[in-house]
């Protein structure tokens, strides 16, 4: 069993810039491995370490939902070193539950990040991959999906909003005083 939990909308890790990972440890692995089990759990097709109320730049994305050979992968330290084209496709988020919203975003990237051996790659990505890719990326900094969708569409989501972040903010109500000490200083719920 997993001691990681999907945290939702409104919890202020969310909105925290990830720190990059110097190195991959024992812990990394195990955070790895349990984000994938959480992923599989959540039937999501990709997770960031935000998610799990950890602060890094650490990303999981299932391949075998979009190819048939491929595998859950743990992409660190990821860098989107270009982009081009437009596509338009629906998102949803394990932190957004219930909502999904059509979001435009470059339709390939070029990446560069670190594979969970530690080693530099940089590779290009297009159609759903491309875009979980960069979904995920954006959980790294801080950024949710609803950021970029238009201010209206954002405010008809509002009682939504409201009420994912007022159940998330008993759950936080309810952690250990040590989790607590990891929020301090934090001022960002919605
Ligand atoms: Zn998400």
Redesign the pocket.
Known sequence: MSDLRVIKYGNPILRLKAQKIDKVDADIRRVVDQMVEIMWDEAGI???AP?VARSIQLLVVDHSLIDEDGKPTAYLNPEILSAEGESIME?G????PDIREEVKRPAAIRLRYQNIDGEMLEKNFDGLTARVLQ??I??LDGI??IDRISPMKKQLLNKELKSIAAEEKEKIAKISTSDIELLTGLSDVT
């Open positions: 990709g997770l960031a998610q998102e988020c394990l932190s957004l979904h995920e954006d959980h949710l999906f």
